[in-house]
């Protein structure tokens, strides 16, 4: 078995989300399984080496949320509600009934909201090093 990845196509695109210019990254088969990936504080707008392997065996998507990276964040939008609501229409904006979904620190907060809010619309869930998850005993807070 080789360790070599095969070149996967990358676009760069913009979506129109709530008003909301929307930067993303897309890449992988359009017939294989559709993977939402949620980046943590200072990854917007960045592809990176996992991005590229995931985009192997999923049809990535890897938006800036809003406030990060090429994506403005409006006024209105100030607390998690409004993100999730959004993260709603960008799925359907995208013809993405149900994805796997995948968080990275705050992205990961975000994620798990996303599957409290809409179940059905997430096959699977992959948090790393989530945010905002309150865990009895420990010292940090929810953020």
Do not use: C
Request: glycine share 10%; proline share 7%.
């Amino acid at each position: 078995m080789s360790d070599v990845v095969a070149p996967i196509e990358k676009i760069e695109r913009t979506v129109s989300v709530q008003d909301i210019a929307t930067h993303l990254f897309e890449a992988g088969p359009p017939i294989a399984p559709p993977l939402l990936y949620l980046h943590g504080p200072n990854l917007g707008n960045l592809w990176l080496d996992y991005h590229h392997a995931l985009a192997q065996h999923f049809h990535v998507f890897a938006p800036d949320i809003p406030g990060f990276g090429l994506t403005g964040r409006p006024d209105w939008m100030r607390d998690m509600s409004d993100y999730i609501l959004y993260f709603r229409d960008l799925l359907n904006e995208l013809g993405l009934d149900q994805v796997m979904l995948v968080g990275h620190s705050f992205g990961g907060w975000m994620a798990a909201e996303i599957l409290v809010w809409y179940p059905e619309r997430v096959k699977k869930l992959v948090l790393s090093n989530a945010l905002g998850i309150r865990v009895k005993g420990s010292l940090i807070g929810d953020m």
